[in-house]
């Protein structure tokens, strides 16, 4: 992540390489900086819309080497929301690999307002480049942040980023090297400096626990399956929240066996651990007075010689069975054992996070992710998601789906019908739950981006985990 700085100087003066403005949507780009700047957007014919990014040499008058001119797609300064900003001032940052330093002016703008445009800043500037070979163009540098009165802000940005980038390289890490017992080892590396108690059942615990789902899951691959709890417990903490991540460390179907066109974006069904994980370390380091425990459910979906088959019946962490009928329906059967734990403890909230359902990116499409649960625990999400700026939308359960869950010689079966799947998929989780106050967020679309947009590139996006720390943020007072 760039060092990000704040700094009084103006933006004609300022010593950057490039120097980030904003230009307002119209007929006649409006540039909000120095004057000197209009002529250049008026010159290559800058419109404002959103993510539009134009890159020219400084004009007389500017100290920066050149200009970066990224649309808000609004008319006026008052009518950008901080995602307009965030995604704005990403895009001019994601399009700098490979720059030293730039700098952002928001002349105008409010407080609130540059917090939001550096934190879009620096969601902007990311790049996975751990396998490249030879000298790859990095993310940019360095971030001057002209202005005064957010450094708060700037440091909550740090930490909220940060975390942001650990899912993304959590995900965008491949499978061959990020298997369940090195996601745990991980998990426990990242901890390691933070007031937080980490515990790793392996697959032997997790036989004798009676943990069937996470097992069954995982028998059919070398690399056997873990479960990870985390727990950040503050003095005095007067609420608690309880996570539940997917942790599917490469997803082939199973038995079941997926399509191979996409199949190698699979390593990303494990982003639903990746930012459980990431979010209760941020809460840490945030030191909000929470308490916050992590499960990350991890096992990879193979089909070994050991593979759970269709027909198979397993018993799950509360004692109830499932007939297993697609094998490529893992994801709910690792997260009910998971849940079962992390409602033990009665937490004020339970949240799950996984990458479900295609059927979620059928019905909301590749940017939009999905939250069901109980009302206030799904209104909960939707607050929180409205202030972080990330794309939610509330989907029901209908009661008549319940039925098609009813297992033929079992309690359940791990597939209902085909029409509704990310409804029956959390109806199925529903079971595992009780009367806990709970949200579950189908994150398939938006995790994993095959397009840039904004501050995000393509890969890993880490979306989502903005939305569950503020959720957390929200328990305080």
Known sequence: MPDITLTSVSPDAVDADVLILPVLKAEEPVVLGPGATAGAAAAIGASGAADEVSRVPAPAGI???????????????????????????????????????????????????????????????????????????????????????????????????????????????????????????????TAADLPVEVTVLDEKQLADGGYGGIVGVGQGSSRPPRLVRLDYAPAGAERHVALVGKGITFDSGGISLKPGPGMEEMTSDMTGAATVLSALLAAARLELPVRVTSYLALAENLPGGGAQRP?????????????????????????????????????????????????????????????????????????????????????????????????RISDLKNIGDRWGGALTAGIFLQEFVGDAAWAHLDIAGP???????????????????????????????
């Not at 590749?366 to 509330?394: C, H, I, N, Q, Y």
């Open 63 to 189: 100290a920066a080497s050149s200009v970066v001119l990224t649309g808000l797609g609004v008319a006026a300064l008052e009518d950008a929301s901080a995602e307009d900003l965030r995604r704005a001032f990403g895009a001019a940052t994601r399009s700098l690999a490979g720059v030293a330093s730039a700098a952002i002016a928001l002349p105008g703008g409010t407080a609130e307002q540059l917090a939001a445009a550096a934190e879009g800043a620096l969601l902007g500037a990311y790049a996975f480049i751990a396998h490249k070979s030879g000298e790859p163009k990095g993310p940019l540098g360095a971030i001057q942040v002209l202005g005064e009165g957010i450094d708060a802000d700037l440091e909550r940005s740090r930490i909220v980023v940060d975390a942001v980038n650990l899912t993304r390289d959590l995900v965008n890490t491949p499978p061959n090297l990020l298997f369940p017992a090195e996601f745990a080892r991980r998990a426990q590396e």
């Open 311 to 407: 027909g198979d019946v397993v018993t799950m962490r509360n004692g109830k069975t499932v007939e297993v009928l697609n094998t490529d329906a893992e994801g709910r059967m690792v997260m009910a054992d998971a849940l079962v734990d992390a409602v033990a403890d009665d937490p004020d909230l339970v949240m799950d996070v996984a990458t479900l359902t295609g059927a979620a990116i059928v019905a909301l499409g590749k940017r939009t992710a999905a939250v069901m649960g109980t009302e206030d625990a799904r209104s909960t999400v939707l607050a929180a998601a409205e202030t972080a700026g990330e794309p939610f939308w509330p989907l029901p359960f209908p009661a008549e789906l319940r039925a098609d869950l009813d297992g």
């Open 447 to 477: 995790s994993f981006a095959s397009s840039a947009l904004g501050y995000m590139g393509k890969g890993a996006t880490g979306m989502s985990v903005r939305t569950v720390l503020q959720v957390i943020e929200d328990q305080v007072g």
